[in-house]
């Protein structure tokens, strides 16, 4: 139920980022749902960031500006891609504030448990996550720099998830949360 948590909402969370097993009790358990909605929204800005720069501005600004090569666009992409996830990152949280200023503590809770469930997002979001931190930590041992390597990682992450196993179809898999006219309407039949 909202409001009623063990404080242990962050650790669930992070076991159900993780791809390990977590119960329908401890689903419930979001001890902090602005902060996960936050993140959440904050993971999605810096993905679209990254990868619109680097797939769609960066490219298309170098061969219109030339010269047309692959090493040129490549550079251009990288660096685009860069800057768009830096802009995310800014953005995240102010697009958070903005889209939830009335909101109440059940709204948070309500969008944070529906995105746990979703295993659509929750896949996406593990694999951004994790190509993330290998793009750092390639691009602090090749020297390429941290800060590139991370968002081609995210882009590589969060484009890979598509290819994921378990991410088609899954939403099924998982009871959904019912809306209170739902519950209303199943008393009424009871």
Avoid at 42 to 59: D, S, V, Y
Avoid at 108 to 132: A, E, H, K, P
Wanted: hydrophobic share 40%.
């Amino acid at each position: 139920m909202a409001g009623e948590t063990t404080k242990k909402g962050g650790a669930i969370w992070l076991k159900n980022i993780s791809g390990m097993t977590v119960t329908d009790a401890d689903m419930e358990d979001i001890s902090n749902p602005r902060l996960e909605l936050a993140v959440h929204i904050g993971t999605k800005t810096i993905q679209m960031g990254a990868m619109m720069g680097m797939l769609a501005i960066g490219p298309i600004t170098q061969l219109v500006r030339g010269p047309r090569t692959m090493q040129a666009i490549a550079t251009t992409a990288l660096k685009f891609g860069t800057n768009g996830a830096i802009i995310g990152a800014v953005a995240g949280p102010i697009i958070t504030y903005a889209a939830s200023r009335k909101f109440e503590y059940e709204n948070f809770y309500d969008r944070s448990y529906r995105i746990r469930y979703n295993r659509g997002q929750v896949i996406t979001d593990r694999m951004c996550y994790f190509g993330m931190a290998v793009g750092a930590g390639a691009g602090y041992v090749t020297g390429f720099g941290i800060l590139p390597c991370m968002a081609l990682g995210i882009v590589v992450g969060t484009g890979g998830s598509v290819f994921a196993p378990g991410r088609m179809g899954s939403d099924e898999a998982k009871p959904k949360k019912k809306s209170a006219s739902e519950e209303t309407q199943e008393r009424k039949d009871a």
